[in-house]
T-cell receptor
Framework: EAQVTQNPRYLITVTGKKLTVTCSQN?????MSWYRQDPGLGLRQIYY???????DKGDVPEGYKVSRKEKRNFPLILESPSPNQTSLYFC?????????????FGDGTRLSIL | AQSVTQPDIHITVSEGASLELRCNYS??????LFWYVQSPGQGLQLLLK??????LVQGIKGFEAEFKRSQSSFNLRKPSVHWSDAAEYFC?????????????FGTGTKLQVIP
């Protein structure tokens, strides 16, 4: 079954404590993205990756890092989380051509930073 | 850069009534257009997509959308709404930015279905 798997699904943590949200896809997609969803703002792209070792900033990258060492994995790293990063996060993957395979989303990770 | 506007934050319809959710986009060329649905506590599921050709596209769960270039719109419709359609709906536009096909989402429309 085609899947994008995020872990953890829920996390409550404190300001400044480094955390990593993992994302893995089994569709051999080239593209992967991270979004955050906030009420009234929709989904905003944090970072994206076009292939292994190729990443770039999206619209709201401040405070986040990513890496793409393997095609299937695209972890999101918060080195020093702050309360304004409390949000619902989604990982998505797609083929290089959206006409072939549009974005497929994970179930989301709800982060609360106290 | 592309952008998407969903003017209705919240819509309430009666079960069995018809539904139309509005979406307007901004992009210089013909974009790729999508509608996604998000049920509470779930990720986003693709309802339908438009790339080219027939401007009326059919999706899953009985939804359809019509691309109108002259109005820069891609409204989502359903002839008869079911209670299970209560969810948040996102319109999105995909367009080439450099070598990358970037997808930009609207702010969403929350649909409430009443008996």
């Amino acid at each position: 079954e085609a899947q994008v798997t995020q872990n953890p699904r829920y996390l409550i943590t404190v300001t400044g404590k480094k955390l990593t949200v993992t994302c893995s896809q089994n569709m051999n997609h080239e593209y992967m993205s991270w979004y955050r969803q906030d009420p009234g703002l929709g989904l905003r792209q944090i970072y994206y990756s076009m292939n292994v070792e190729v990443t770039d900033k999206g619209d709201v990258p401040e405070g986040y890092k990513v890496s793409r060492k393997e095609k299937r994995n695209f972890p999101l790293i918060l080195e020093s989380p702050s309360p304004n990063q409390t949000s619902l996060y989604f990982c998505a993957s797609s083929s290089r051509d959206l006409r072939n395979q549009p974005q497929h989303f994970g179930d989301g990770t709800r982060l609360s930073i106290l | 850069a592309q952008s998407v506007t969903q003017p209705d934050i919240h819509i309430t319809v009666s079960e069995g009534a018809s539904l139309e959710l509005r979406c307007n986009y901004s992009y210089g060329a013909t974009p790729y257009l999508f509608w996604y649905v998000q049920s509470p506590g779930q990720g986003l599921q693709l309802l339908l997509k438009y790339f080219s050709g027939d401007t009326l596209v059919q999706g899953i769960k009985g939804f359809e959308a019509e691309f109108k270039r002259s109005q820069s719109s891609f409204n989502l419709r359903k002839p008869s709404v079911h209670w299970s359609d209560a969810a948040e709906y996102f319109c999105a536009v995909g367009a080439k930015t450099g070598g990358y096909q970037k997808v930009t989402f609207g702010t969403g429309t929350k649909l409430q279905v009443i008996p």
